[in-house]
Nanobody
């Protein structure tokens, strides 16, 4: 497992942008698929985006496709989530997660082994 620490959340107006970062411990970061999930009050945790170790393959939830971009820097053991054109419905705690890379890029939270504590994103209308 890896330890994950998110940062970069905050309060932003609708239409604004943020960049979330997730720093991972350990020397095997490049072996992990990385995902971002979010959880709004009273709602279940939902998939946002995921990325393969090489960064060559990504996956997005339909609700964020075209607005959010996931990327990673394996030299820095860090994965990023760029949030653009933010909407009030994007308000949630955003968590990064890691799983040893497998044959497919999973959007399922229960298939990720390591989780960060989360960072709050609040979008005002």
């Amino acid at each position: 497992q890896v330890q994950l620490v998110e940062s970069g959340g905050g309060l932003v107006q609708a239409g604004g942008s943020l960049r979330l970062s997730c720093a991972a411990s350990g020397r095997t970061f490049s072996m992990y698929d990385m995902g971002w999930f979010r959880q709004a009050p009273g709602k279940e945790r939902e998939f946002v985006a995921a990325i393969r170790p090489s960064g060559a393959s990504t996956k997005y939830a339909d609700s964020v496709k075209g607005r959010f971009t996931i990327s990673r820097d394996n030299a820095k053991n860090t994965v990023y989530l760029h949030l653009n054109s933010l909407k009030p419905e994007d308000t949630a705690v955003y968590h990064c997660a890691a799983r040893l890379s497998d044959w497919y890029l999973s959007p399922r939270a229960n298939e990720y082994d390591s989780w960060g504590q989360g960072t709050q994103v609040t979008v005002s209308s």
